[in-house]
T-cell receptor
Framework: DTAVSQTPKYLVTQMGNDKSIKCEQN?????MYWYKQDSKKFLKIMFS???????INETVPNRFSPKSPDKAHLNLHINSLELGDSAVYFC?????????????FGEGSRLTVL | AQSVTQLGSHVSVSEGALVLLRCNYS??????LFWYVQYPNQGLQLLLK??????LVKGINGFEAEFKKSETSFHLTKPSAHMSDAAEYFC?????????????FGPGTRLSVLP
């Protein structure tokens, strides 16, 4: 069983469209994240949820809206896609325990905006 | 605020040679430090982590890292490189992993292993 799974793995769409990426973790973690990795491999956190509550909301356009229906799921919806949104988006999860707090990553969702 | 620098965006070594990937951090509080590896078209996997216990940390695949507070460093080493080690390596720091505290990642170092 995949620990952190994201769908879709690849997404190609036109500018102006709206798209969603889904993430699920079966690790029993209470914290989930969205990271964006640009073409130079730089990783930047976008959002973090702990037990369905928003904890971190970095400066991202409000076209990006995360939703956490329960602590095992964190989805990312993007409105009015722009060329600069092309990137790989990684979902991750962790447990809020200082002894085991490493991040577990999904395999990424590569978004290409044409 | 925390930050991470990784000296050398690309490191090439010969198969069998020593691997040394550098990581320096800044943190206003005792840090938790991590090394992650990313193989092509995959997510990041944890190699090892430092959480204020032993300063020399052993990880998977023969990698280890040493926390040096005086140098604010957490360099990653492996005595003998293997072709399968070719990947992107990220150092990360967080003040405290509890409750979604922000992990800050370095810019990454791409390791190439030459036959």
């Amino acid at each position: 069983d995949t620990a952190v799974s994201q769908t879709p793995k690849y997404l190609v769409t036109q500018m102006g469209n709206d798209k969603s990426i889904k993430c699920e973790q079966n690790l029993g973690h209470d914290t989930m994240y969205w990271y964006k990795q640009d073409s130079k491999k730089f990783l930047k956190i976008m959002f973090s949820y702990n037990n369905k509550e928003l904890i971190i909301n970095e400066t991202v356009p409000n076209r990006f809206s995360p939703k956490s229906p329960d602590k095992a799921h964190l989805n990312l919806h993007i409105n009015s896609l722009e060329l600069g949104d092309s990137a790989v988006y990684f979902c991750a999860s962790s447990h809020s325990d200082a002894n085991t707090g490493e991040l577990f990553f999904g395999e990424g969702s590569r978004l290409t905006v044409l | 605020a925390q930050s991470v620098t990784q000296l050398g965006s690309h490191v090439s070594v010969s198969e069998g040679a020593l691997v040394l990937l550098r990581c320096n951090y800044s943190s206003s509080v005792p840090p938790y430090l991590f090394w992650y590896v990313q193989y092509p078209n995959q997510g990041l996997q944890l190699l090892l982590k430092y959480t204020s216990a032993a300063t020399l940390v052993k990880g998977i695949n023969g990698f280890e890292a040493e926390f040096k507070k005086s140098e604010t460093s957490f360099h990653l080493t492996k005595p003998s490189a293997h072709m399968s080690d070719a990947a992107e390596y990220f150092c990360a720091v967080t003040p405290n992993p509890e409750y979604g505290q922000n992990f800050v990642f370095g810019p990454g170092t791409r390791l190439s292993v030459l036959p």
